[in-house]
């Protein structure tokens, strides 16, 4: 025993990366490489409640999803929403970094202020914008019908035109700072000697921020793109809490498609071949943008 523990605790100090590497390499095939593969093992068999256990269906489940209509409207809402939050979460937090990013007296707690709306748990933050749209008491509703952009008749959360836009509103309010976070410790760690140059040669604002300030952050943008773009495609808390998929299927998104078919319609077999085909459109996704955008890691 004294020989072992002595081989052992030479290995543990030795320049050796296994001891160093063991535990992450665990993690990783504990949660993510096992559950992939059981995955992929799963979406070719289906449960079968009165037998109570999974058989092998082979292809039918992908062949299912193929012709599933209401599958690929999911898709599309799921596209839809990841387009319009992610487009206006990145607009609005470059645009509140380039504020917030001063050492003026003030400016720090405003930058700690933004902090307290990823602390709120999701379901809480759909919970709280189901009660701000609210028809008859809620004060996003009231605010839109005094200025005549919203009809008493036409309620945010019950009108197909106008309800993921509603649940929209809280997937903005709540990650936008989180985009301004990142997009501050870009400008920081930017070099003052490109800005120096330029003021010395006259360039405007604009131009200082469309030739410099944008190239410069390039690689930052991407990152906040990738991260907030695949946490998007996976959105389900503000849909499941504000809707439930309606009015009709105007909110329906393929979580919580995925969701319901598993867990409501027990079909194991077939929600995670709907996980899969997911997985499959993020990667080519991300992939796309990151040759589109040329980006250099």
Do not use: C
């Amino acid at each position: 025993m004294h020989v072992t523990e002595k081989k052992f605790s030479r290995f543990v100090s030795s320049d050796h990366p296994l001891p160093w590497l063991a535990p992450l390499l665990a993690m990783l095939v504990t949660f993510t490489i096992y559950p992939l593969i059981y995955n992929i093992w799963l979406s070719f068999h289906e449960y079968a409640p009165f037998k109570r256990r999974l058989e092998f269906v082979g292809w039918d489940n992908w062949s299912t999803l193929i012709g599933d209509d209401r599958f690929w409207a999911s898709m599309g809402v799921t596209l839809l929403y990841f387009a319009v939050v992610l487009t206006i979460e990145l607009i609005l937090g470059l645009a509140l970094a380039l504020l917030l990013d001063s050492e003026d007296f003030g400016f720090g707690f405003l930058r700690g202020l933004l902090t307290m709306t990823l602390v709120v748990p999701p379901a809480i933050t759909g919970m709280m914008f189901l009660l701000m749209e609210d028809p008859e008491f809620g004060v996003i509703t009231y605010v839109l019908e005094t200025l005549g952009i919203l009809s008493s008749t036409q309620p945010i959360l019950a009108s197909p035109s106008t309800a993921l836009m509603g649940v929209m509103l809280a997937d903005i309010w709540q990650w936008t700072p989180f985009m301004v976070l990142i997009f501050i410790a870009g400008l920081r760690s930017l070099p003052q000697e490109p800005y120096e140059a330029a003021m010395l040669d006259g360039a405007s604002g604009w131009q200082i921020f469309r030739r410099i300030t944008l190239p410069l952050l390039s690689k930052v943008i991407a990152v906040a793109v990738l991260i907030r773009g695949i946490d998007l495609f996976r959105m389900f808390d503000y849909v499941f809490v504000m809707t439930s998929g309606g009015p009709g299927t105007a909110t329906y998104t393929v979580s919580l498609y995925a969701w319901q078919q598993t867990f409501s319609f027990i079909k194991w077999g077939y929600g995670a071949t709907i996980s899969l085909v997911t997985l499959l459109v993020i990667i080519f996704i991300a992939n796309l943008f990151i040759y589109l955008a040329k980006v250099r890691w």
